[in-house]
């Protein structure tokens, strides 16, 4: 089992900035997963990490030996690529046992390790294959093969399932999930979806503009998220954000919205407005009365709860939750509830403000 | 969208007929002369009298079609598999660089390959020359006796031979480099990742998935050094032209300087028969080869 450290590690492309000083630990036996928009630097990290981008500074401690000099094939880590990357002139076989081969490992062993790994995975029959003989998922199949093979101190995943198909990428996520309960290895994962991330994560690592924006398990992350990024990203539909202005003091403290009416809050926050109010949908229920009233714009009905778009009087755009069966019409006006327990407040920088 | 297939088919044929007329015109049917021409004893211009297969038969115990045949034979084997190996290695270093490095690099690969035949055998005369050659130069301060390479039976093929690759290298470091270029960027990361040494990644993944250019270069190499003529012709004027003879200058000589337009095209249906089946059968066989890994 391993662990890896990352201590203020940087990496610039040119000019340009793509890791900034960051520093990270991945516990031995963790399904960590970085998450980020496009741009971030998460695909970086992960190759960083494997080896395949210099570090510029830092220390990259894998399994207690200082790595960041290593060359990849040195790390014993394994790669799953968005692409896959299987070699197209080689069978399935000869693609999992290329890299027992390079290590010089016995012909039986190596044999043995990749019918297991076709066992574990259900590939039997495309032994004899090649990569153009298989389909998207089978080649995912493969390309998970020739990682277990190696039976490497980490796994480490670039996007591997954003070239499925919608249902055949939720089969592999559970596949997935499973196999790291298996195997107990140190896993890293890279995607740009939050689903996955959710789903999959022990921890979540999200990055935003060369570093670190929050590191914590997925709950943590999507009731606690410390920043305003964070809280847009996590969570689907997305967090509603309200401007607001902040009146009271103490258990008396409040929240103004744009059209005058008022969302008591739990704390008086420190810092600087402007302020944005956070609530996720599910939070801001449809009421009769409610707190403030709004025109429902679009009515979604998704069976077990119906998403309506609505605007506030000050023209701000939310979206809250009601019950499956709700009544309520676009051009309806509706009265919401805020669930106080829930609310989130951002402060001028987009720090979340503990209340 | 809807269309009307008999307006189409006829819009084809118009489209394609004027290629067909100048195909036809100045490729098929002077081919099609050609084999008959091969038959009679015409002279270059004009016809001849039927003589049957006569051109043919004398061939094997023609001396000069022997030697051409030979010659010919030793410059492909001189150039086409030695060529095809530079233009690979040249291909494999320059494919390591990048960005505008790359491109000079590249262009001054290819420079060569643009310049026309008398320009290459005046830059190399000033090399190999006897009298004045720059390389003559280097012997004598090396204290090596110099050597007359194009007047010499020894020295003129390979001479002409190693001219003719670094003519013609350029065109083949460029399709290499096109092939090299089509291969993923992730699929060497994965054999780093697989402890793949250097010699390994060549000889388990770059080779294999380079291996149908490699099919092609040589092909290419192939029948363009069979039908070998000009560098020879220009290299063996005030030398030795009959020793050095090959099968096109062969050709030229019986048509254009003899005035045997008949046993002139026998030699040619010959070289041509022969450039069909060597390159057909090699193509084959190196395809198979690459199918079996």
């Known amino acids: ?355 | 969208m809807l269309t009307n297939r008999r307006k189409d088919a006829w819009i084809a044929a118009v489209l394609v007929a004027p290629f067909l007329a100048i195909y036809l015109l100045v490729f098929v049917w002077p081919t099609i002369q050609m084999f008959g021409i091969s038959f009679t004893d015409a002279p270059l211009i004009g016809t001849g009298e039927w003589v049957g297969t006569a051109n043919y038969e004398r061939l094997p115990s023609d001396p000069r079609f022997r030697t051409a045949a030979w010659n010919t034979a030793y410059f492909v084997l001189l150039t086409v598999l030695p060529g095809t190996i530079v233009a690979l290695l040249i291909a494999l270093g320059v494919s390591r660089l990048k960005g505008r490095l790359q491109s000079a690099i590249l262009a001054l690969f290819f420079l060569p390959y643009i310049l026309p035949v008398s320009v290459v055998y005046l830059l190399w005369d000033w090399v190999l020359n006897f009298q004045f050659g720059i390389l003559m130069h280097v012997f004598d301060l090396l204290g090596i006796e110099r050597v007359p390479i194009t007047k010499s039976r020894t020295w003129f093929m390979p001479a002409v031979g190693i001219v003719t690759i670094w003519w013609t290298a350029g065109f083949s470091i460029l399709l290499f480099l096109a092939g090299l270029r089509s291969i993923p960027a992730e699929i060497y990361e994965a054999a780093a990742l697989d402890n793949s040494s250097r010699w390994t990644t060549f000889r388990r993944i770059t080779w294999p998935l380079l291996w149908p250019v490699t099919t092609l270069v040589f092909t290419i190499q192939l029948i363009a050094q069979l039908k070998i003529f000009d560098q020879v012709y220009l290299f063996s004027v005030g030398g030795r032209p009959n020793d050095n003879m090959v099968l096109v200058y062969y050709v030229f000589q019986r048509a254009f300087q003899q005035d045997q337009g008949g046993r002139a095209a026998a030699v040619a249906v010959t070289l041509f028969v022969l450039v069909v089946v060597v390159s057909v059968l090699q193509f084959q066989l190196l395809r198979l080869a690459g199918g079996r890994r």
Request: hydrophobic letters at 45%.
């Open chain 1, 1 to 355: 089992m391993t662990g890896i450290a990352l201590e203020r590690v940087s990496k610039r492309f040119g000019s340009v900035d793509v890791i900034k000083d960051l520093s990270l630990d991945i516990g031995a036996g963790e399904f960590v997963v970085f998450l980020g928009p496009s741009g971030s630097g998460k695909t970086t990290l992960l190759r960083m990490i494997a080896g395949l981008e210099t570090i510029d500074s830092g220390a990259l401690t894998i399994d207690g030996v200082r790595s960041e000099g290593l060359a990849p094939g040195q790390r014993n880590l394994a790669m799953v690529f968005q692409n896959y990357a299987l070699y197209p002139h080689m069978t399935v076989a000869e693609n999992m046992a290329f890299g027992l081969r390079n290590l010089g490992l016995p012909s039986n062993t190596i044999t043995s390790r990749v019918a297991e790994a076709a066992r574990m995975l259900e590939m039997e029959k495309l032994l004899a294959r090649r990569p153009a003989e298989l389909s998207g998922g089978q080649r995912q199949r493969v390309a998970i093969g020739r990682a277990i093979v190696k039976e490497p101190k980490a796994f480490l995943f670039d996007e591997p399932l954003s070239n499925l198909d919608a249902g055949l990428r939720v089969r592999t996520r559970v596949e997935l999930a499973e196999l790291h309960q298996r195997l107990g290895s140190t896993m890293i994962y890279v995607t740009h979806d939050q689903t996955e991330a959710m789903t999959l994560a022990d921890r979540i690592v999200i990055l935003n503009n060369c570093r670190i924006e929050q590191v914590g398990t997925p709950m943590e992350v999507y009731a606690n998220p410390a920043s305003r990024f964070v809280a847009g990203f996590i969570g689907s539909p997305a967090m509603n954000f309200i401007p607001v202005t902040l009146t009271g003091q103490g258990d008396r403290a409040a929240a103004r919205l744009g059209d005058g009416s008022v969302v008591p809050l739990p704390g008086a926050p420190q810092g600087e407005g402007p302020w944005e109010l956070g609530i996720r949908p599910e939070a801001l229920q449809v009421a009769a009365e409610g707190m403030t009233k709004a025109t429902a714009t679009v009515v979604e009905r998704l069976g077990d709860r119906t998403l309506v778009y609505a605007r506030l009087g000050d023209g701000t755009q939310v979206i809250s939750q009601d019950a499956g069966k709700s009544q309520v019409r676009a051009g309806d006006g509706i009265g919401l509830t805020f669930d106080t327990s829930a609310l989130h407040l951002f402060d001028a920088a987009g720090r979340a403000v503990l209340l």
